[in-house]
């Protein structure tokens, strides 16, 4: 299998399965110098690590990763880093049923259609628990963004689950890491944890929209016509195990707008251009403007759920299929980490690629 590598300069290469002895990634094209341990990875893991509440899958790993390269004495050495984290609490037996069945809604058929052959245990690499990998390199990269670009904050959290939706009006940023759906509203925590309840007492799933609001990152980074910043963050969250569609600024509301109500108009503030408003998300011509970075996207319900379905087997069998183990009755809730931790990634390789290019140089207003 090819392709599993993202990244320009800050190059990301994840392996390793669902059910194998462990996961991790490869980071080519870290700057040297940069102070690096495990203990400025876990945190970041935690976040991501199931088995934390009731609302996420039971499966209880510690992600607890190691460094086996690219670092000495705490510190980046510009070579290769490589992230190992052990997988110790799969439950193989569960996935028996699906060995020569397809779940439908996953990708099971498209994986054995392409490849003639498939991991079903746990879904293998088209499993969630790849994004453990990615969780890490983004702490990597966030290690770095820290040295050369401080004022660059990532926060990623829930704007919709289901048919709950978040209230923009109560949006309170210190809630998101006081309550386990990353929820800027602490006074709705508990309708939208009742909400999930009943959807895994029903043993359905169900489908989540998130946003990530990259602040303080400086104007200048992406470049046209194919180097586009919005275009690798689009490609970098849509990579994102079942995600289905992303937005950057207004999105798809952008088509009700008219010329007059989507331009930002710009006026000189003290310390350069000052946008009266955001509809570009921070983005234009694929080049980030200095405002905040808005990106948001969808993410469809768990395919793995204890309801019968329909389905067909490996012989071409129409049969019904009850998906066993253990299962997030809203996959959205552990993506919030990893799409944190790919914007990350993406903020930090088109600021390489603009100081190989540019060496930092801008045009000068006023």
Known sequence: MSLNSFGHVFRVT????????????????????VALDEGWIQPFMDRRRPGTSKNTTQRQEADQVRILSGVFEGKTTGTPIMLMIEN?????????????????????????????????????????????????????????????????????YMVQMGEMHLDRANFDESAIRENPFFLPDASAAQAWEDYLTGIRKAQNSVGAALEVLIRGCPPGLGAPVYGKLDTDLAAAMMSINAVKGVEIGEGMAAAALTGTANADEIRMGPDGPEYLSNHAGGILGGISTGQDIVVRFSVKPTSSILTPRRTINAKGEEIELITKGRHDPCVGIRAVPVAE????????????????QTGGVRGQIG
């Open 341 to 356: 931790a790919m914007a990350a990634c993406v903020v930090l390789d088109q600021l390489l690629l603009d100081r190989a």
């Open 88 to 156: 110790t609490d799969q439950r193989s037996k569960d996935y028996g049923e699906i060995a020569k069945a397809f779940r439908p809604g996953h990708a099971d058929i498209t994986y054995h259609q392409k490849y003639g052959i498939r991991d079903y245990r746990g879904g293998g690499r088209s499993s969630a628990r790849e994004t453990a990998a990615r969780v890490a390199a983004g702490a990597v990269a966030q290690a770095v963004l820290r040295d050369l670009a401080p004022k660059v904050q990532i926060i990623g």
């Open 14 to 33: 994840t392996w390793g399965e669902s059910h194998g002895p462990a996961l991790g990634c490869v980071i080519d094209g870290c700057p040297p110098g």
